[in-house]
């Protein structure tokens, strides 16, 4: 069963700092970090990418470039430049939290799920109520396979307000995996009336369907998900036949 992706959905551009050489290079600098955003804007980021490495030749402390460079090479799939830009920025700027959530997420797609989790404790230990910080964590331990501990940072996350599909997915995802079906049916069911067309869910509440032995539901469930594209709800279906 496979997590909802959440990957990097809105970039936070970090725009203008003071700058302390010539007017003419600030100038220079400016215009290029707004041509640079519009490329990423284009989803052009190999363009974007060149522009923010260019304002860096021209000056090594302009710090938004080297956020800008990082989520546009994440985008490139380039994580281990992406996670030295964001590094370089944490250490010379201290806490921040765009460039804190975006490594951990950036760890999380290398597989790297401890560091993923030491960045998302570093941002919950200044915001216990990240709802952002709490649910990707809950993720990270999925993967590192502590389940129990996956569906407690889910709780929280629902707990603290998150009423989002993907919560309720993913912890249905982690109710699946301990064999917990019927609890995994309610919370895909909360996901599905939240997004009616969320097929990941519905293939998936078919699934857990199947395995209580309820195969009029699993049934229906694994053709609407059919239905919606779902590439494996055939097979399941056959297997039933």
């Not at 519009?38 to 302009?62: C, G, M, P, R």
């Not at 404790?121 to 993720?139: C, Q, S, T």
């Not at 064999?179 to 969320?198: G, Q, R, T, V």
């Amino acid at each position: 069963m496979s997590i909802v992706s959440k990957r990097l959905k809105s970039i936070s551009f970090i725009l203008f700092l003071v700058l302390s050489f010539s007017s003419c290079t600030k100038m220079k600098v400016e215009k290029l970090n707004k041509k640079g955003m519009e490329l990423f804007e284009k989803k052009k980021y190999k363009a974007a990418n060149q522009v923010f490495s260019e304002i860096l030749s021209l000056d090594k402390d302009f710090l938004p470039a080297y956020f800008n460079r990082a989520i546009a090479n994440s985008f490139l799939k380039k994580n281990a430049k992406a996670i030295k830009d964001l590094s370089h920025l944490i250490k010379v700027q201290g806490y921040a939290e765009e460039a804190v959530l975006n490594r951990a997420i950036i760890y999380e797609n290398m597989g790297k799920y401890q560091e993923a989790i030491k960045d998302y404790d570093r941002i919950l230990e200044v915001n216990p109520h990240h709802l952002k910080a709490i649910h990707y964590k809950g993720i990270s331990l999925y993967y590192t396979g502590d389940f129990n501990a996956a569906i407690a940072e889910y709780n929280k996350a629902i707990k603290n307000g998150l009423d989002v599909s993907g919560v309720y997915y993913n912890k249905g995802v982690a109710l699946d995996c301990l064999n917990k079906y019927k609890l995994a049916i309610e919370n895909y069911s909360k996901a599905i009336k939240i997004d009616k067309k969320f097929k990941k869910a519905i293939y998936a509440r078919g699934v857990a369907y199947y395995n209580i032995k309820d195969l009029r539901l699993a049934k229906a469930n694994l053709e609407y998900a059919k239905k919606l594209g779902h590439p494996k709800a055939e097979s399941i279906l056959k297997k039933m036949k």
